[in-house]
Structure formats: C-alpha cells, structure tokens
C-alpha cells in the first residue's frame, strides 16, 4: 500500500512519506532506526543552523538569507519533532491508562 501511495505522489508532483523522512520502508524497517535518522536530521539541521549563526555574529562574509532559511529549518524541524514526541507520550498515557 506505501508503495501505491508513493507512486501516487510521484505522479502528482507531490513528495511522499519516503521523500519527506529520507527513509525508505523497505530498508528501513525498524522503527528504532528510523526515528534515530530522524533524531539525527534534525540534529544535523540544529548544527548548521548555529554555525551559520556564529559566522554572523562574528562579522564573517556570509549570506544572510541563506542563513535566516537555515534557521527557520532548523525551527520548523525541532518543532515538529516535538510535536511528534508529545503525540507519541500522549499515545503512549493512553494505552496505559486504559482498563484491561
């Protein structure tokens, strides 16, 4: 069925899950692996942006759109990471908390 969604955004022009985690799910069937690549993105994604940031507080040449869509990347990602964290712990409290 993933397979048939993503032939479907390929089709429309419109990126699939694959496209959007990097992951792909026949080779990255373990779900550890993958939220660790995500982890790692969007670590890498914090990193870039703080190093762009630093080139400019210390007055080095560098382009300064570039480096504000940098950092709204690196905003955007650590948000929805977030977002996804709480979702998954609010999952999680309710699984708990239900009677068996």
Do not use: C
């Not at 660790?36 to 630093?54: M, N, W, Y």
């Not at 480096?67 to 905003?75: R, T």
């Amino acid at each position: 069925m993933i397979q048939s969604i993503n032939g479907i955004a390929g089709a429309s022009g419109v990126a699939g899950p694959a496209a959007v985690t990097g992951a792909s799910p026949a080779q990255d069937g373990d779900f550890g692996a993958v939220l660790d690549k995500a982890i790692q993105s969007v670590d890498d994604q914090q990193h870039i942006a703080e190093e762009s940031l630093r080139a400019i507080a210390v007055g080095e040449d560098v382009d300064i759109h570039g480096s504000m869509i940098a950092l709204e990347e690196a905003s955007i990602a650590l948000h929805a990471m977030v977002s996804v964290r709480d979702k998954v712990v609010e999952a999680y409290q309710t699984l708990w908390n239900m009677p068996i």
